[in-house]
């Protein structure tokens, strides 16, 4: 895939936190593209994640944290059916059984509606980046800022895409930021 | 002897807090982050990489104190570059920082880092100081003129994520430690 840099040297709060965000996404899907089912599925021991796990994974906190911790309207199909107890990583475990091209609709899927909660909240009089999520830490921390979530993103996607470097490495050679 | 650090006293970003005090915040997560994946290490740990990728965490410190100073020190305020990096032939050893980490001591590489974000850190207050996060860096990129110092902050929180997540894989080939 073909990937323009999308963070913007000079912009406001929205434009450089969303530009970040999309740019590691875009990122995260050059790392996984080109690869087969079998290659998706391969780990680099000792640790035993896979790059497939890691898309099914990103999606559902992509999805989790805008739609349903942020705005509290549930977990998107798949996840909203499975049975966490009995396989509490089961998206990194299932990943194996879906194509490349499934997995993609998937993350695809679950970026489109975690946008589309950005651009209510962000919108001229949504509730901006100070707006709180409806999930509300049992513990004294309290609700998370509209910021805090898509600070926690960019970060979250960064250190996968970290993960995500030497794994492809291990499977083709393919390196580069 | 090997570097310290507590993990129950890394810095955690606010969940409610204004633009500059959650950057920082998220900055400093990551630092701390990075010096607990380096903590506990041998001089030698500190050397081996998880192949085929070349890269070792004692690289990766000696890496981050020159990005710190690079992004914060010179291209944002302009400064020199401080020692070791200042008397450097980039063009003759370009991965010079990466190398020669191997002969390093824990300590020094962790002196060398520690110094280098307390560099940043005074460059940052001053920047932020005198135009908060829209004022502009002394230098240029290639192609779209100057940095805000939000780009900078953003760009040094995902540069020390993906170098976590980085040595995240290789901690844990080194001697099986693993977590967030």
Request: glycine fraction near 8%; aromatic fraction near 8%.
């Amino acid at each position: 895939m073909e990937r323009t840099d999308r963070r913007p040297v000079r912009a406001d709060e929205i434009t450089t936190l969303r530009g970040f965000l999309d740019h590691h996404r875009d990122t995260f899907r050059w790392k996984c593209s080109g690869l087969t089912q079998e290659q998706l599925a391969r780990s680099l021991p000792p640790s035993d994640m896979t790059l497939g796990g890691m898309m099914k994974h990103l999606a559902i906190v992509d999805q989790s944290w805008f739609e349903d911790d942020f705005m509290g309207r549930g977990l998107m199909p798949p996840f909203d059916t499975v049975d966490w107890d009995a396989d509490r990583d089961w998206e990194w475990h299932s990943a194996q059984d879906d194509t490349p091209e499934q997995l993609l609709a998937l993350f695809d899927e679950a970026v489109r509606r975690s946008d589309a909660v950005l651009d209510e909240a962000l919108a001229p009089g949504g509730v901006g980046l100070d707006g709180l999520s409806v999930l509300d830490e049992a513990d004294d921390r309290g609700r998370f800022s509209l910021r805090w979530i898509l600070l926690h993103m960019i970060e979250e996607y960064a250190r996968h895409n970290g993960h995500a470097d030497l794994i492809r490495q291990s499977i083709d050679g393919q390196t580069g930021q | 002897m090997t570097q310290t650090f507590d993990k129950t006293t890394r810095t955690e970003a606010p969940l409610r807090a204004d633009e500059v005090t959650a950057l920082r915040g998220f900055l400093d997560y990551h630092r701390d982050t990075f010096r607990w994946k380096c903590a506990g290490l041998s001089q030698e740990q500190l050397a081996q990489a998880h192949p085929p990728s070349t890269m070792t965490l004692g690289g990766m410190m000696k890496h981050l104190a020159l990005n710190e100073v690079g992004w914060f020190g010179s291209s944002l305020a302009g400064l020199p570059y401080p020692p070791p990096f200042d008397d450097v032939d980039w063009d003759a050893d370009p991965d010079w920082e990466w190398r020669t980490a191997a002969d390093d001591s824990p300590e020094d590489l962790r002196a060398l880092y520690d110094d280098c974000v307390r560099r940043a850190d005074a460059a940052v207050d001053e920047a932020l100081a005198a135009g908060g996060l829209d004022a502009v860096s002394v230098e240029e990129s290639s192609s779209d003129g100057p940095f805000s110092v939000r780009w900078i902050l953003l760009h040094m929180i995902e540069e020390y994520a993906r170098h976590n997540g980085q040595a995240d894989l290789i901690r844990e080939s080194v001697d099986g430690m693993t977590g967030e």
